[in-house]
């Protein structure tokens, strides 16, 4: 009669066998944990290292401390839960310097404003200080239980209205408005039909807080394209002038594209001509 059962030597291989086995999912499980924890910091150190150098660019401040306090707004936080007031900090360890009739708000023009203030140095956007250009396009995150920062992953602008970025800008343009002073320019887009939008962050928090006792006038660049839908007439920007604290003058000037373009590209031509 044949012998059921195994071997000794048949149950030693087959124990080796699920010790190997168990071994291995092992290895992988921890080489896919530590893959994992060092994408996760170099999530944080390329955040840090962009942060960093951009805010080098500006002299005389602590920028180790200006990314301490950046994190703690949000590191260890759930993602849809950062309120604008955590940037409280952030905004004290940069604050905005007021640049009185230099400062530029803008709405739905971001490639053309930034083109023109980046090539003349005359006006002043968010995205031209420290703070607004430190964060300029980047996206970032927490996550609960963490001490890391995610670049991907994020919730989007529209997902959650606390989200870290969002919060960010709501809590920077803020603070940027607080300080507009003398005659302050908006570029905003003639080629829509509205112009000032209720929700924008332009229209839903820095006009509001465009104050008379700082602030002359508001001059509005109405960007205008060969077949412009939209001019100085237009209904959101009667809103506008509404919207305004009185005592702030309102003016509003159709201008070319191409013209803002041409003027970027001359230096020579005082800031003012440009319009
Ligand atoms: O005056 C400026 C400046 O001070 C600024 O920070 O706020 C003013 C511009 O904000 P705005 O009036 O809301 O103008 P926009 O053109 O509607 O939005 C500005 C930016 O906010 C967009 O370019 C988006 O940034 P991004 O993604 O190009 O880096 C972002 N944004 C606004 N609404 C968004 C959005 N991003 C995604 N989804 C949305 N719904």
Redesign the pocket.
């Known amino acids: 009669m044949e012998h059921a059962g195994r071997g000794p030597a048949e149950k030693r291989r087959g124990k080796r066998c699920v010790v190997l086995s168990v071994a291995f999912v092992l290895l992988i499980i921890v080489i896919l944990a530590v893959a994992l924890g060092l994408t996760l910091r170099r999530n944080t150190d390329e955040l840090r290292a962009t942060f960093t150098a951009r805010c080098e660019e500006f002299s005389g401040y602590d920028c180790q401390n200006i990314w301490d306090t950046f994190q703690q707004a949000y590191v260890g936080k759930d993602p849809c839960e950062v309120p604008v007031e955590a940037y409280d900090s952030l905004i004290a360890a940069a604050p905005f310097k007021p640049s009185c009739d230099r400062m530029?708000?803008?709405?739905?023009?971001?490639d053309v404003v930034h083109d023109f203030t980046e090539k003349r140095d005359c006006f002043l956007?968010?995205?031209d200080t420290l703070l607004?250009s430190v964060l300029?396009?980047l996206t970032w995150c927490g996550k609960e239980g963490s001490s890391e920062t995610f670049t991907t992953g994020c919730p989007?602008?529209?997902d959650c209205e606390n989200n870290p970025v969002?919060s960010f800008?709501n809590r920077?343009?803020a603070a940027?408005?607080d300080v507009a002073c003398g005659d302050v320019t908006?570029m905003l887009?003639g080629s829509i039909t509205t112009p000032f939008?209720p929700?924008?962050?332009?229209?839903?928090?820095?006009v509001k807080r465009f104050n008379a006792t700082r602030m002359r006038a508001l001059n509005v660049v109405l960007v205008t394209q060969k077949n412009a839908v939209t001019n100085c007439t237009n209904a959101s920007l009667k809103d506008l002038q509404k919207e305004l604290d009185k005592g702030i003058n309102y003016n509003c000037m159709e201008v070319a594209e191409s013209q803002i373009k041409e003027c970027g590209n001359d230096p020579e031509k005082p800031c003012g001509a440009c319009w």
């Open positions: 530029m708000f803008w709405s739905k023009t971001k956007t968010l995205e607004g300029n396009d989007g602008w529209t969002r800008w920077a343009s940027f408005a908006a887009n939008s929700t924008s962050i332009f229209a839903s928090i820095e």
